[in-house]
């Protein structure tokens, strides 16, 4: 139980154009989502938290404006990545928080490749 | 200083070794969180602990939560076992913060 399905898992686009990701919770309501991008050889950083509902935060020199979070329903949140740069090349992967043993769920992660 | 560190940073073994990998924190938590990730990237919740130890199959993890430390223990290391582990805290805001990571390469 308390799968998040994350699609898609690899992607390459162009510089300047956008990529979305989506993160859907199959078996429970996530009302809150947490993205977190991973640098080669680096830990994951935590980029926003997405709330279904309102409006997403942001950690401190994360672009709001670049990296768009929607959270409209409870088993569905997207991060879209505009006007994608070389520089944005990374790993994402959203986690929700649930009950039970573990605490926490997460996508299979989105490996982003911008050339 | 990083609020979570881990070590060592890689580790090689020989299959069927014990292997340990250490956790320390220097923030309040209310539970500690060993993960795995997958080299594709895929991470997987291994154990989340407040107190004491927990044991599932071949892995072992304990806290100390006087000392802020935790240690994941794998018996008869397997190739299989290849992964980053991560220890990782839970903030008050609910996301969480993680290490860095071990690199664990277990041959055969």
């Known amino acids: 139980g308390a799968v998040v399905s994350q699609h898609p898992s690899r992607v390459i686009c162009k510089s300047g154009t956008s990529v979305k990701i989506e993160c859907r919770s199959l078996?429970?309501?996530?009302?809150?989502m947490f993205w977190y991008r991973q640098f080669p050889k680096q830990s994951l950083m935590l980029m926003a938290t997405?709330?279904?509902?309102?409006?997403?935060?942001?950690e401190q020199g994360v672009e709001k404006d670049k990296f768009l979070i929607n959270h409209a329903s409870l088993t569905l949140s997207t991060l879209t990545v505009t006007s994608a740069h070389p520089e944005d090349s990374s790993f994402y992967i959203c986690?929700?928080?649930?009950?039970?043993?573990?605490?926490?769920?997460f996508g299979s992660g989105t490996r982003l490749t911008v050339v | 200083k990083n609020e979570v560190e881990q070590s060592p940073q890689n580790l090689t073994a020989q299959e069927g070794e014990f292997i340990t990998i250490n956790c320390s924190y220097s923030?309040?938590?209310?539970?500690l969180h060993w993960l795995q990730q997958h080299p594709g990237g895929g991470i997987v919740s291994l154990f989340m602990?407040?107190?004491g130890k927990k044991k599932h199959g071949r892995l072992i993890a304990t806290i100390n939560i006087q000392e802020k430390h935790s240690s994941l223990h794998i018996t008869a290391s397997h190739p299989r076992d290849s992964a980053v582990y991560i220890c990782?805290?839970?903030?008050?805001?609910?996301?969480?913060?993680f290490g860095k990571g071990t690199k664990l390469s277990v041959k055969p």
């Open positions: 078996d429970f309501q996530a009302t809150t």
């Open positions: 990782a805290a839970p903030r008050s805001q609910g996301n969480l913060i």
């Open positions: 997405s709330n279904e509902g309102s409006k997403a935060t942001y």
């Open positions: 923030v309040g938590i209310s539970a």
């Open positions: 602990l407040s107190s």
């Open positions: 986690s929700a928080r649930i009950q039970g043993l573990y605490g926490y769920t």
